[in-house]
């Protein structure tokens, strides 16, 4: 199927000034990952934009990854997610990179 697209569909408009993060997580793959890193950036009011997961590595030691792209509202610091974030990692046994992801203008 292709059609016309409106020409308003077509306008680009710019987004917010809206901060936003990449979270990485490597580790063993368990049950609970996604959903704890996910509650910890909800409970902190962040927004999960993007999320992209897969097991990588060999078949006798698979390594779970997960890139997440977080917006927070405007205002908030990103502090109070990254120490709680940082307090996952024992618990859930994995590393976690969470950084200020740079912008481009296109």
Same mark, same amino acid.
């Given at each position: 199927?292709? %059609?016309?697209?409106?020409? /308003?569909?077509?306008?680009?408009?710019?987004?917010? &000034?809206?901060?936003?993060?990449?979270?990485?997580?490597?580790?063993?793959?368990?049950?609970?990952?996604? &959903?704890?890193?996910?509650?910890?950036?909800?409970?902190?009011?962040?927004?999960?934009?993007?999320?992209?997961?897969?097991?990588?590595? &060999?078949?006798?030691?698979?390594?779970?990854?997960?890139?997440?792209?977080?917006?927070?509202?405007?205002?908030?610091?990103?502090?109070?997610?990254? /120490? &709680?974030?940082? /307090?996952?990692?024992?618990?859930?046994?994995?590393?976690?990179?969470? %950084?200020?992801?740079?912008?481009?203008?296109?």
């Amino acid at each position: 199927l292709c %059609r016309e697209v409106p020409a /308003q569909a077509a306008t680009r408009v710019p987004e917010a &000034a809206t901060p936003t993060f990449m979270l990485s997580v490597y580790g063993a793959d368990h049950p609970g990952i996604v &959903a704890r890193v996910a509650r910890t950036v909800s409970d902190h009011g962040g927004n999960i934009a993007v999320m992209n997961t897969r097991v990588i590595g &060999a078949a006798d030691k698979p390594v779970y990854v997960m890139v997440l792209e977080i917006k927070l509202p405007d205002g908030s610091s990103p502090d109070p997610l990254g /120490q &709680a974030l940082d /307090q996952l990692k024992p618990s859930l046994g994995v590393d976690l990179t969470f %950084r200020k992801l740079e912008s481009v203008n296109l």
